[in-house]
């Protein structure tokens, strides 16, 4: 299963909404050293009740755009 993601790291509470096929994923944690997209990852693979193993980040690292994968 793929999913669109836009993340905005360093916000004041974290909260997810859904416009489209996009979630927008706010989070507390800065994009620094990797913390955004594995706090990004944590709350997709709960969402979805996945463990956090099998969701993966596919293309956007860097980016606030992302595109997740999230395995069997």
Same mark, same amino acid.
């Given at each position: 299963m793929?999913?669109?993601?836009?993340?905005?790291?360093d916000a004041k509470r974290e909260r997810v909404e859904e416009k489209? +096929?996009?979630l927008l994923i706010s989070v507390k944690e800065p994009a620094l050293g990797n913390r955004a997209n594995d706090r990004v990852r944590e709350i997709v693979a +709960?969402?979805?009740g996945k463990p956090f193993g099998k969701v993966r980040i596919?293309?956007?690292?860097?980016s606030r755009g992302k595109?997740?994968?999230i395995t069997s």
């Open positions: 793929y999913i669109k993601v836009f993340v905005t790291p489209g +096929e996009t +709960e969402r979805f596919l293309t956007g690292h860097r595109m997740l994968s």
